[in-house]
């Protein structure tokens, strides 16, 4: 037996060193470019107690993650797979953090682009109020408008956020905009019929049930 190996390596399987060695690889490349376990969850779309057991070595990402790592961290599959390359660390460092860089501006360009669609909703929003306000004297009209302004906007960000940002998001997105929803459809009532239809709010409580089962199974598939 080689003295330099550690008996716990040397009596390990080959798929334990395997993933022992992607284990600490994914560990090293995510704390040298400064990213959190949370930070890489999100751009792989995954959680971070998934990351986490990545780097544990409890289990072992599969072919088509792997080829995302390393395609983040400007990096071949086989750098995941290989103990030694001490030659290409600082390539990949400095890769990485040029990377980080483009990145976090592209992150605020698209956080700007978002506010500034969002606000644009709320400009038009005012404009409606301001001639509501000058053709009809019913105050609920007024109020209408800006539940319609909360649904559109929160309709917009969930695109955005379904195309820019973390995807897990959505859930607490969809959930405000059943809520905002049937706000919208009792004030419709009220204005249609004059009738305060306050059990359409209950319609919410299965529909929110429904959201978090949905949030959890997606959960567990990602795991």
Not at 64 to 78: E, H, N, S, Y
Request: one cysteine or more; glycine letters at 4%.
């Amino acid at each position: 037996m080689n003295p330099d190996i550690p008996v716990s390596q040397a009596s390990a399987t080959p798929q334990e060193n395997l993933r022992a060695v992607i284990a600490a690889n994914i560990t090293n490349l995510r704390k040298n470019s400064g990213m959190t376990q949370q930070d890489l969850a999100v751009r792989l779309n995954y959680t971070d107690k998934a990351i986490s057991k990545w780097e544990r070595g409890e289990s072992v990402p599969d072919i088509v993650i792997l080829k995302q790592i390393a395609d983040i961290f400007g990096i071949t599959v086989d750098y995941l797979l290989r103990e030694e390359h001490e030659i290409l660390q600082e390539s990949v460092n400095h890769s990485d953090e040029t990377e980080n860089a483009e990145n976090r501006h592209t992150v605020r360009t698209r956080g700007f682009v978002t506010g500034m669609s969002i606000l644009l909703v709320w400009l038009a929003a005012v404009m409606m109020f301001i001639v509501f306000d000058t053709m009809s004297a019913n105050p609920l009209f007024h109020w209408f408008v800006f539940a319609c302004a909360v649904c559109a906007s929160l309709i917009l960000w969930l695109v955005m956020n379904s195309i820019w940002f973390n995807r897990r998001r959505n859930y607490l997105i969809i959930s405000l905009l059943m809520w905002s929803f049937l706000i919208l459809l009792y004030m419709s009532v009220w204005l249609l019929t004059d009738r305060m239809l306050w059990l359409v709010f209950i319609l919410g409580i299965p529909g929110q049930a429904i959201i978090v089962m949905w949030s959890n199974l997606k959960q567990r598939d990602i795991r």
